[in-house]
């Protein structure tokens, strides 16, 4: 009698520890990680975040601002197993929505256990760009009668009333954005999505002239609704950085983004018969996942 309520007592025991254990060890999870080339930190507030891709659902992995070397995520087994795509996104400042941004930078398709993530397919390929700008500043020239300031504007135009930059359609999320280096301050020229259209910009420009129908600003004047110190205005562009950016524009950071298709140092010499070719640079981020 003893030993039968003895061995009745361990398996019940047994049982006891079993559910328990099962309880406390929850879904099988595992790593997976990202190494990708290019990618440079992120100091503004926004954040990169992972996706995988679960029969057609985004799954989150946890969001990072310091891509160098390998960074791991801990993931459900499953959904690592099930995966058929990864995304890498740019989150914008407080992002809580656990929704991927419209700003997706490198994505791929599993071939076994690791992606391939590749810029091109997902933003733009930046392989075959040009540009050009000259330095004027047509936005104070009342009546059309040139006020003889042109060191204080630049335009991203060729000749009077033509494009200068060619630039590929960018994907939603993405726009260019153009830049004058003035030393101690980089200021925005304001970000466009299409070569042959007035930009979002002309916040500095002066008055009684006519704004180009292209990307473009003159540094004559600053509001007084807009802060910005360490610069004194009317602001000189020669001899200046000059440069274009391909910029998650819903991220936040008034900070140039690190990929620059176009670069220049502007000249002493102004108007539109003396043109500054622009450099082209096509290095673009690229990655692979494994799991």
Known sequence: ??????????????????SCS???????????????????????????QGWLIVDGQAVA??????????????????????????????????????IPSAAKILT?????????????????????????????????N???VDNNNDEFGVWFMDGANAAGLSLPALSSGWKY?????????????????????VDDGNLFKGSGGDVPSFPGEDFLVIPSQVSLSGISFPAEVTGKRVFITVEPFQDNDPNPFFIEPLSAIAGITTGPANPVLMTSNNAVP????TR
Do not use: C, H
Not at 1 to 18: D, E, P, Q, R, S
Not at 286 to 289: I, N, T, V, Y
């Open 142 to 144: 009342a009546g059309g």
């Open 177 to 197: 954005e153009g830049w004058v280096d003035f030393g101690n301050k980089i200021v925005s020229t304001g970000t466009f999505s299409d070569v042959n259209t």
């Open 1 to 18: 009698m003893t030993k039968k309520i003895l061995v009745l007592v361990t398996l019940m025991l047994g049982v006891l520890f079993t």
């Open 108 to 140: 791929g398709n599993f071939s076994g256990n690791a992606a391939q993530l590749t810029f091109d397919t997902v933003v733009a390929d930046l392989s075959n760009t040009s540009g050009q700008f000259f330095l004027a500043t047509p936005t104070d």
């Open 61 to 98: 992995t946890d969001k990072f601002t310091e891509p160098n070397g390998i960074v791991s995520f801990n993931v459900l087994a499953t959904d690592a197993e099930k995966a058929t795509q990864f995304v890498l996104t740019i989150e914008p400042t407080g992002d809580n929505d656990n």
């Open 286 to 289: 690229s990655g692979r996942l």
């Open 22 to 48: 099962g309880d406390d060890d929850g879904p099988a999870t595992t790593t997976i990680q990202l190494q990708t080339i290019g990618l440079e930190n992120l100091t503004g507030g926004s954040t990169y």
